[in-house]
């Protein structure tokens, strides 16, 4: 039987050339989507296949890897990603934002503010922000070519009209470099204004759609808006239970069956990391409480 | 305190254990093995096989094992295996008009040189559940006969010589062929990724597109010219020998579907081709393929596209299998911070929705 060999971080090398050819690409347009000959990855499409075959190929020996996804290090895929790298690369993970070289994620932005030399890989399920106007790639492309987003300004526009606001809560569109409309993954639109002239790499990868993207550090990020309805970030308006942070994107948790919630942070190292230099919120170190809603 | 997603290390391994005990079943009945899944499933293992594109009989049947029969689970396990491979070259074209036919049929004539053979099939079976098979049936050995030294040439080249269907394109030897798999797909794509993208696609993806064009979304009326089936020689051109090596046998289905065309302004009227190919004996699965090959070909051959079944980019980006199993399973995953997301809008939508007084008939006529 062919009892299969894997290489470092499981891609051969032939194929980490090719992502990092698409991936050098993509850092030399910002925001335009490079298209790859994404790989069957040993998970599912949909789980993060782009994600993993980026950070497969830029990871070396002296990488320290974290993986969150719902901002959290401790969600099932998240482990399952992070032990197939620990495993593959044999690369040394931590859940520490700071001290991460490369961060993958999925559906958030860390709390904590990036800083120069760190990667920030997007694990992205639809690259195309034009997808759900007009769903021939044919068109798309020729769209982003021409930069003719009229489209999308009438999408936001009629939202505008229908509801009194653009109704666009995650995977809010941006336009990068002031050329390219991009579909930052399905983060909260919360986590949109992180993205602008931030000092880290960040790179997207699409692997069922076989697309790479990149925003190079200190781009300019602007999320699609108008004068008179500017972009606005949404937080549940509370402090977070456990730490009291009132400046993180909170998950509300559903405590019982009449009505109970909380609300802590989603970022799990952000709250731990303020728990251990002493914030408390109202639900930490005291057993589970009924909160009032809201 | 909120402990919710802690601890979910320990439970992916446990779960996994847990996978691993039902996957055997009950201890005390005998473990199936590879050779029993390759012998007795073997129609399993030739579909695991071609949709997983890798020619190896013994990986297919571990993978059923240890997909619990799950077959697009089999079939991902195939392809996150093959793409590890490394790519010594392309083999020369198979010649399925030498291929030593165990089954060959055509309904398009009949009698043919070579003869119809029927072969191992399905086909005019009663299906009726046989409770002999249940356990301990001996069937009757096969009946023989001394092979037939008269050659088979395919039907489609007896109509190609009088010039009634249109001839194969010939294959330019200097071109390499396009591999879906090591370089990204872009659109319009030409026939060779075509015909890739439909040899891996989903059977029963391809059955209902094939099956759409003939209830008249897409229609042009298919003949089955020919399907056979039989063992084809591999050879691939060796650099440093300077010929071809064999590289041994495959098994292999071939449906050649006839059809019709209308002709145009430059060319006489003529039938027109329809191909699918596949390992192991894949009949629906080489049928399917080519009905949803010729009606692909309609910008090729200035038909207008209107269905489903002709739309290549509709097709090619949704008939790959694990590709959509991925991504409608995702859904497992979760995504509390984009429901979270949505929820807060939700809320204010509804708030101004309530504090407008929306039940006015006069307001919702303004809008």
């Known amino acids: 039987m062919n009892v299969p060999a894997y290489n470092f971080a499981y891609l051969d090398e032939q194929t980490k050339r090719m992502i990092r050819r698409a991936i050098l690409k993509a850092i030399a347009i910002p925001g335009y989507q490079v298209p790859f000959a994404s790989r069957e990855m040993p998970m599912p499409y949909g789980w993060g296949t782009g994600g993993v075959q980026v950070t497969a190929a830029i990871l070396g020996p002296a990488d320290v890897l974290k993986v969150i996804d719902q901002g959290s290090d401790d969600t099932t895929n998240a482990i399952s990603i992070r032990k197939f790298f620990a495993k593959t690369a044999g690369v040394a993970t931590t859940t520490s934002t700071a001290d991460a070289t490369v961060i993958q994620t999925r559906h958030r932005i860390p709390e904590a503010p990036l800083h120069a030399g760190q990667v920030l890989v997007y694990q992205v399920p639809i690259p195309e922000p034009l997808r759900f106007l007009e769903p021939r790639e044919t068109e798309t492309r020729r769209m982003h070519a021409l930069g003719e987003y009229g489209l999308m300004h009438v999408k936001l526009y009629e939202d505008i009209a229908r509801f009194g606001h653009i109704a666009t809560s995650y995977a809010y569109p941006v336009k990068v470099n002031a050329r390219y409309v991009m579909d930052p993954s399905p983060t909260p639109k919360f986590d949109n204004p992180k993205m602008d002239n931030c000092p880290a790499l960040q790179l997207f990868g699409a692997g069922r759609e076989k697309r790479i993207y990149a925003i190079p550090p200190h781009t300019s990020v602007v999320s699609l808006d108008f004068k008179d309805h500017p972009f606005t970030r949404y937080r549940f308006d509370a402090p977070c239970a456990l730490c009291g942070a009132e400046d993180s994107y909170l998950d509300e948790i559903v405590t019982d069956d009449r009505g109970g919630r909380m609300f802590v942070c989603s970022d799990t190292d952000y709250c731990g990391t303020r728990q251990a230099s002493g914030h408390r919120g109202t639900e930490s170190a005291a057993p589970h409480k009924e909160l009032p809603l809201g | ?367």
Do not use: W
């Open chain 2, 1 to 367: 305190m909120y402990v919710a997603v802690k601890g979910g290390e320990r439970a992916i391994e446990n779960a996994h254990r847990l996978l691993a005990h039902e996957r055997r079943g009950d201890r005390d009945v005998p473990e199936v093995t590879l050779d029993q899944i390759s012998g007795q499933l073997s129609l399993a293992v030739d579909r695991v096989m071609t949709e997983g594109s890798l020619y190896d009989r013994e990986l297919a049947a571990l993978a059923i094992k240890q997909a619990r029969g799950d077959m697009i689970e089999a079939i991902f396990l195939v392809r996150a295996f093959r793409a590890t491979l490394p790519r010594l070259g392309a083999t020369e074209p198979v010649d399925t008009g030498t291929m030593r036919v165990r089954r060959r049929i055509s309904s398009t004539f009949k009698d043919i040189p070579g003869g119809q053979v029927l072969g191992p099939t399905f086909d005019y079976t009663h299906r009726l559940l046989d409770p002999q098979l249940a356990e301990g049936h001996v069937p009757e050995p096969p009946a023989t006969s001394e092979p037939s030294p008269a050659a088979m040439p395919r039907v489609t080249d007896i109509l190609g010589r009088d010039g009634l269907i249109e001839p194969s394109p010939k294959a330019d030897a200097d071109a390499t062929v396009g591999d879906l798999t090591r370089e990204p797909l872009g659109f319009p794509a030409e026939r060779d990724l075509r015909l890739q993208n439909l040899a891996r696609a989903d059977e029963g993806f391809l059955l209902a597109l094939g099956y759409s064009s003939q209830r008249g979304y897409g229609r042009n009326h298919p003949f089955a010219g020919e399907i056979r089936l039989g063992e084809v020689e591999v050879e691939f051109f060796a650099e440093d020998a300077g010929f071809a090596v064999p590289l041994g046998p495959v098994t292999m289905t071939e449906c050649q579907m006839v059809n019709q065309f209308k002709g145009s302004s430059t060319e006489a009227p003529c039938f027109t081709r329809g191909y699918g190919l596949a390992f192991g004996q894949s009949e629906r699965k080489t049928m399917s393929m080519a009905l949803v090959d010729r009606t692909l070909r309609a910008r090729e051959l200035g038909e207008e596209v209107v269905a489903p079944a002709q739309d290549e980019e509709f097709v090619m980006s949704h008939s790959d299998n694990v590709q959509a199993t991925g991504f409608v399973e995702h859904l497992k995953l979760p995504h509390y911070v984009d429901f979270q997301s949505e929820l807060g809008l939700l809320r204010k939508l509804r708030r101004e929705f309530e504090a407008a007084g929306a039940s006015s008939p006069l307001r919702e006529a303004a809008e």
